[in-house]
């Protein structure tokens, strides 16, 4: 989307050109959230070890880019030739596709090129992929360096105002990581219960949601499944829902589509 | 020698031996078996040097003969755990061809799930703890990963001890200053059983205070 000029103050003439909907006259239904989409139109992104866009349960994937290092430590980002380097991005792609099948799906590969130098990478991935304006950014990754918490609370903020949602899994152990911790990324736990779209609201963050990720079918190296647990891939259950949502909806903010997300929780509605 | 690397060796001496620490790791994994009834537990130690990933402790299968072995770190499973920072819990590998070439043949056992954990210490990833098959007819899930994460914090600590005085052995080993010197005396009467050495330092501070 375009962006805007931003408005710092608001003059008694200006006022009603900012009328907006009033769309929530009751609590949203899922029926009206996510009713009859398929996800088709959202944008969204895996930010990850890149995907397998031959895999069976992913494909069709319209973009892919590698964050690269290169030996002068110049960051640079080119077109992406390996594809999935470990498999985690696949996954993560698969858990999308499944449940918002006709969503637009993009990789901006930032792991893999070893285990060490990955927060500068993911840094440089996740500015470049909310300057492209997808709908959905999807985390299933975190760094524990302090010195990119600043930039990466930054990027993170800076997404929420443009529309696009980050959304991460949480990290269930005791020591401090990013950016899932931050108020303007929705965090993702794990459930124990085999369905997608059973999804609760926590009512004591910093993980916000808690989604399937306990024996979960994701895609496989080589065209495959393999049963997995993790919050990894719980963060792209809540990811696709987003889509769903923003498909039907494009008009929502990243606070409504949260709030949705809420309002529309298992344990709110007992949908 | 800095004055860091002065206190890492002499620390290293009077703390603890690799001997001990291997031993603290091996009881990690024992207990991490134990806790879970798994049939094996183990450490990996990220090579940052090498992008390797070096088994430092194994317990149940394989224990003996794994430790040492060294696998590509940017790959696999505990490869997915060090670069992702992630828990993972996975079923059914002795399904995966892939899985089963590639570490069963280097390490003769293909477990059907395991279980893995980042070793994460401060802002650094040290390696992984990994749990291995369960008892039949149970699984892996969220509490189980939650108990894993927690116990990972007490891995972490050892590895850390293991990789700090083996940095400060290797300062010991390789400085020919007096305060080398001193650190290495140091580190060899505290490895002696009686108070002799103790007696020796005391007479020989007594002698420079006379001086």
């Known amino acids: ?271 | 020698m800095d004055e860091d690397g002065f206190r890492a060796a002499v620390a290293a001496g009077t703390l603890g031996s690799e001997e001990q620490h291997r031993a603290l790791l091996q009881s990690i994994v024992d207990v991490a078996r134990a806790i879970f009834g798994a049939k094996a537990s183990s450490i990996f130690l990220f090579d940052e040097a090498t992008e390797e990933l070096v088994f430092e402790a194994v317990s149940g299968e394989g224990e003996g003969d794994l430790v040492g072995m060294r696998l590509p770190a940017s790959t696999g499973i505990s490869g997915w755990v060090l670069v992702t920072r992630q828990p993972l819990a996975i079923d059914d590998l002795a399904n995966d061809p892939r899985y089963v070439r590639s570490v069963g043949e280097q390490t003769g056992y293909v477990p059907n799930a395991m279980m893995v954990v980042p070793l994460l210490h401060g802002e650094a990833v040290l390696g992984t703890l990994s749990v291995l098959d369960p008892p039949e007819g149970t699984r892996f899930g969220v509490a189980e990963m939650d108990l894993l994460g927690l116990f990972a914090a007490q891995a972490a600590i050892g590895l850390d001890l293991l990789q700090r005085a083996r940095r400060a052995h290797d300062i010991l080993a390789n400085d020919r200053s007096t305060a080398a010197v001193v650190a290495r005396v140091a580190a060899a009467l505290d490895r002696r059983d009686d108070d002799a050495g103790t007696r020796l330092l005391t007479a020989l501070e007594s002698l420079l205070e006379q001086q």
């Open chain 1, 1 to 271: 989307m375009s962006e805007a000029v931003p408005a710092w103050s608001l003059p008694a003439a200006g006022v009603a050109g900012i009328a907006l909907t009033n769309m929530w006259p009751e609590p949203p239904t899922r029926e009206w959230a996510f009713g009859g989409s398929t996800g088709a139109g959202a944008r969204v992104c895996i930010l990850d070890s890149g995907v397998d866009a031959s895999h069976p349960l992913v494909a069709p994937l319209d973009s892919a880019v590698a964050v690269e290092l290169g030996d002068d430590g110049e960051i640079s980002i080119v077109p992406d030739e390996l594809g999935d380097v470990c498999g985690h991005g696949t996954a993560c792609a698969g858990v999308v596709r499944s449940i918002a099948p006709d969503c637009s799906l993009h990789s901006v590969r930032v792991l893999g090129a070893g285990a060490t130098g990955s927060g500068e990478l993911i840094l440089a991935g996740l500015r470049h992929a909310v300057e492209q304006g997808f709908d959905v950014i999807n985390l299933s990754l975190s760094t524990t360096k302090k010195r990119f918490a600043e930039t990466l609370h930054d990027l993170a903020d800076g997404a929420y105002f443009r529309r696009t949602l980050l959304v991460a899994a949480a990290h269930n152990m005791p020591v401090e990581s990013y950016p899932w911790r931050f108020s303007s990324v929705i965090s993702v736990g794990s459930h124990e219960e085999d369905d997608p779209l059973v999804w609760y609201a926590n009512p004591s963050p910093p993980v916000e949601f808690f989604a399937r990720g306990v024996d979960v079918n994701v895609a496989w190296p080589g065209g495959g499944t393999m049963r997995c647990t993790g919050n990894s891939f719980a963060a792209p259950n809540v990811a696709a829902l987003c889509a769903l949502a923003l498909a039907k909806h494009p008009e929502l903010t990243a606070p409504q589509v949260k709030s949705l997300l809420y309002l529309t929780a298992t344990n709110t509605q007992g949908a």
